[in-house]
């Protein structure tokens, strides 16, 4: 049905009419409005594989540069939602979504030979750890198999995915190379890793420069010029290689610090001074300090991730990195530490104290879950004896479980995530004690920092 509705698209696409919106059946059809003209040109025409929180901005970036972008997920639950105007991701919104939609500049699908529409296709699909926390890059190679059999010849192919060194030399390019047709003769390939931070109002798509490393000179012309097409600076590297590195190093760099400062809190609690205060005393510094804060962990689809492709790839070529080994360990310790200090914080005559968890996404603005370090600090205050609620206004459902309500009769709130909105006003009125792990509390009677 919607692959039907889709052809009627590209066809929109490919003879420059407009046609109306009803034609597009129910679950568009709702938004009572019409496609508009399209250029036919291939060459303006975009597809991204993957439709998350890299996948989705990117083609509502492209859509602002004038580009008509094809978006390719494999889910089609989620793409029944985008092409319903429903975004799955906070950084993109209902009305610039539908906007993209109804100016027929956008389109979900599940159908992949769509592609050969595209004389660009990205490639945004996860890069997780598989269950020996070592990279599993199997929708990555499903990805690009996906397209090769559809890709048009003279195609630029980019990967933005996160990975390894040498993940589009090794990998990507001989499974694209090996299942495309005879006729496709000449494919460009780049890497261009992304580094969106979603739920940052400032840094986006356009005005963040982008990393291009490319294997010859023909495809980096291509790749540069489809990057300026959509980012205010384009920066070249010599090589894919050099390009998947600075990824790895730019989340690392950050795994790294983090860690110092956990490693750092831990002592000052111990000694009695308040890190923070230590942290904006060393910040004063006007050259060669950047300050970090602690918090519960590391979480999220990058920072605890990357930097273990960085540690299996040093593997591979017979290193070791055990500077970046001995920085995952103590986040990975954090957790713990968090359920120990708030612990403490209980009357010790409390034998089952109920704890309230508030903001469990892995970071402030996001309602992201993945690697989220508060489910190693629910599992330790578990086993504590401590019976755990939890809420965040941008999370309906975690691990199987609901949110209650901020009111929930609680001994201790942990504020592990800031989330925006987030009104913590009654619970300090309540006389709750709070351990804030988000340095945002500061001064309140009853709240204690990490
Ligand atoms: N989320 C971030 O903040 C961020 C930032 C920079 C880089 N990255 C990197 O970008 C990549 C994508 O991450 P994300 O956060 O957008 O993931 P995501 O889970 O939000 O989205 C990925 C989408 O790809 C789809 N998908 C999976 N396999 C597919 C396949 N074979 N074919 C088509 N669609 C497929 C999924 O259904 C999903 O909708 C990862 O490598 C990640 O490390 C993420």
Redesign the pocket.
Known sequence: MLKDQFKRFLRNVATSQTVTRSGLGPLIAGLAVKITTMSARRDQVLAI????????PLAMAAVEAGWSVIG????EA?VAQINSGIS??EDISNAQLQRAITDGAYMAT?D?SSVSQASVIT??????LDEKREPDIT?????AR?IAQFVSNETLIVS????YPGTLREVIIPLVNSNKSTSSSKIYFATA??????GDSKWNQKNTPRLVGAIDKQSQAKALAFYESICDAVVLVTSPEVAEAA?LLE?TFRLVNIALINEFTQLCSAGGINVNEVIDAASSKPYGFMPFRPGVGVG???IP??PLYLTWWARQIGGHAQFVENATAINHAMPRYVAERAISMVEPSIMKPKILILGVAYKPGVS?V?ETPVSKLRDFLNLKGAEIAWYDPLVLIWDGSEPVDIEWDCDLAILATRQPGMNLERLIARGIPILDCTNSMTSLEGVVSL
Do not use: M, W
């Not at 594989?49 to 989705?56: K, N």
């Not at 490639?123 to 997780?128: D, E, K, N, R, S």
């Open positions: 594989i993957g439709q998350g929180y890299v996948g989705l390719v997920d494999n889910l989620k799955p991701v599940t992949f490639i945004c699909v996860p890069t997780p929708l990555l190679r499903d990805a996906a933005e995915s996160t990975s890793p992304e580094r969106v931070n979603p990824k989340n999220g689809h990058c991730v990357d992201d993945r």
